[in-house]
């Protein structure tokens, strides 16, 4: 009898908790349905996650400010001028590939090294 009950109180224990959760995911999904295209509530979410992840207001304060003074001094978002900074690197590395593989220089050199390969190889072939 006992163990009856004990099994009883752990499935209604586990059942308790699947739904709390199921409620959580269904809270989630539902204020950031409402959050969506709402940009100064998005904008706050980094320092919101700050605070819970850190404790400290002072750092969730302080990356709000830069963010917003960020924004305002160049008048985009630091997510916007991240990827404006990592496009304009990749197109950077990509001319300079190109460059290299268009050069003389690398002609030459290449030339030079089939040349080499191929007095070894005909070295060893006699």
Do not use: W
Not at 77 to 93: A, F, H, V
Not at 106 to 117: P, R, S
């Amino acid at each position: 009898m006992a163990l009856s009950s004990t099994l009883s109180c752990i499935s209604k224990c586990i059942r308790f908790t699947v739904a709390m959760i199921n409620k959580k995911i269904i809270l989630g999904l539902f204020i950031t349905s409402f959050l969506g295209a709402c940009a100064p509530s998005t904008a706050m979410l980094g320092p919101v996650y700050t605070l819970t992840s850190s404790g400290s207001v002072v750092q969730a304060g302080l990356s709000y400010g830069s963010n917003e003074m960020i924004t305002m001094y160049t008048g985009k978002t630091p997510l916007e001028n991240l990827q404006e900074i990592s496009s304009t690197e990749q197109s950077k590395t990509k001319n300079i590939h190109k460059k290299t593989l268009e050069s003389e220089d690398f002609y030459i050199l290449v030339k030079q090294n089939i040349q080499k390969t191929n007095k070894i190889l005909k070295s060893s072939n006699q």
